[in-house]
């Protein structure tokens, strides 16, 4: 399990390294044992379940893993 703390409104921070995990995510896919992605927002008060969601799937994450 890789955890990351992320601030979604980051100023191109989040977008960097969101591509970066979905390529890490990726590469694992097919592994015997997958890798887990844990992201936890920095900003709960902006960051609703429909936001988060949104940025999700824009990035290709895979919840069922």
Same mark, same amino acid.
């Given at each position: ?13 989040? *977008?960097?390294?969101?591509? +970066? ?12 044992? $997958? ?8 900003? *709960?008060?902006?960051?609703? +379940? ?12 895979? $919840?069922?893993?």
């Amino acid at each position: 399990t890789l955890v990351d703390f992320f601030p979604p409104r980051g100023r191109g921070y989040s *977008p960097k390294l969101s591509a +970066v995990l979905e390529k890490v995510q990726n590469s694992f896919q097919q592994s015997e044992s $997958p890798l887990r992605i844990l992201s936890v927002t920095t900003d *709960p008060a902006y960051d609703t +379940v429909r936001i988060l969601q949104r940025y999700a799937v824009h990035y290709g994450a895979h $919840p069922e893993v």
